[in-house]
C-alpha cells in the first residue's frame, strides 16, 4: 500500500465548476500538507501549505485536512481553463524551520473545458 | 518564493552514457534536493545535498548512480551514471525556503 494515495484521474469539468481533489494517507505521522500544480512541462508550483487539521482558504481555492481520517482535500471554485494542470498532494513529518522530506501523491490530471 | 533554473532543460543519451544536471538557485539555502519524477508516478525524493557533507541518499538510489556535487550554497549538479532506458524521467532540483519546498523546471531526459 502506498503512503499516498491520489486517483489520478483524469477529471474533466465545465468553466465555473466546482473542483474537489482529494488524497487519503496512511501515516499518521505527517503534520504538514501541501498542495502543488504543475503546469505541462514545467515544475511543481506551491499552491496551499498547512498544517494539522482544518481549512485554509486563498482566494479560489480552499485546503482541507482531517487528520483522523487521514484526508485531505483541495477545493476549487469558479475554475478556470487556466486551472487545467496536473494537482499534487504532499504531506511530510516535519516542517516548518526544520526540514521534512515530502511524501507525494500521484497526481490529478484536471482539464477545465470553456 | 525562490527562483531556480535547470540546465539542460531535456536531453536525450544513448544508453552507458552519463548526464550532468545543472541546478541553481537565486540565493543561499542549506539544503537542496533532487526528486525524479518517472512517467505517471509521484515525485520521489533521490537525495538530499547539504553543502560541505555528503548527500544522503534515499532507500534504492546510490551514489555510484546518481553521484552529487554541492559546492557552494547556491548551486549542485545530479549526474546520472550508466544510463538505461529505465532512466527515462524528468529530473527536478529543489529547495526549502522558510518552511515552504519550491521546485525547478526540471530536466527532462530520454534513454535509447
Known amino acids: 500500500q502506498k503512503e499516498v494515495e491520489q486517483d489520478p484521474g483524469p477529471l474533466s469539468v465545465p468553466e465555473g465548476a466546482i473542483v474537489s481533489l482529494n488524497c487519503t494517507y496512511s501515516n499518521s505521522a505527517f503534520q504538514y500538507f501541501m498542495w502543488y500544480r504543475q503546469y505541462s512541462r514545467k515544475g511543481p508550483e506551491l499552491l496551499m501549505y498547512t498544517y494539522s487539521s482544518g481549512n485554509k482558504e486563498d482566494g479560489r481555492f480552499t485546503a482541507q485536512v482531517d487528520k483522523s481520517s487521514k484526508y485531505i482535500s483541495l477545493f476549487i471554485r469558479d475554475s478556470q481553463p487556466s486551472d487545467s494542470a496536473t494537482y499534487l498532494c504532499?504531506?511530510?513529518?516535519?516542517?516548518?524551520?526544520?526540514?521534512?522530506?515530502?511524501?507525494f501523491g500521484q497526481g490529478t490530471i484536471l482539464t477545465v473545458h470553456p | 518564493s525562490a527562483v531556480i533554473s535547470q540546465k539542460p532543460s531535456r536531453d536525450i543519451c544513448q544508453r552507458g552514457t552519463s548526464l550532468t544536471i545543472q541546478c541553481q538557485v537565486d540565493s543561499q539555502v542549506t539544503m537542496m534536493f533532487w526528486y525524479r519524477q518517472q512517467p505517471g508516478q509521484s515525485l520521489t525524493l533521490i537525495a538530499t545535498a547539504n553543502q560541505g557533507s555528503e548527500a544522503t541518499y534515499e532507500s534504492g538510489f546510490v551514489i555510484d548512480k546518481f553521484p552529487i556535487s554541492r559546492p557552494n550554497l547556491t548551486f549542485s549538479t545530479l549526474t546520472v551514471s550508466n544510463m538505461s532506458p529505465e532512466d527515462s524521467s524528468i529530473y527536478l532540483c529543489?529547495?526549502?525556503?522558510?518552511?515552504?519546498?519550491?521546485f525547478g523546471p526540471g530536466t527532462r531526459l530520454t534513454v535509447t
Open positions: 529543489s529547495v526549502q525556503r522558510l518552511g515552504e519546498q519550491y
Open positions: 504532499a504531506m511530510s513529518e516535519a516542517g516548518g524551520t526544520s526540514y521534512g522530506k515530502l511524501t
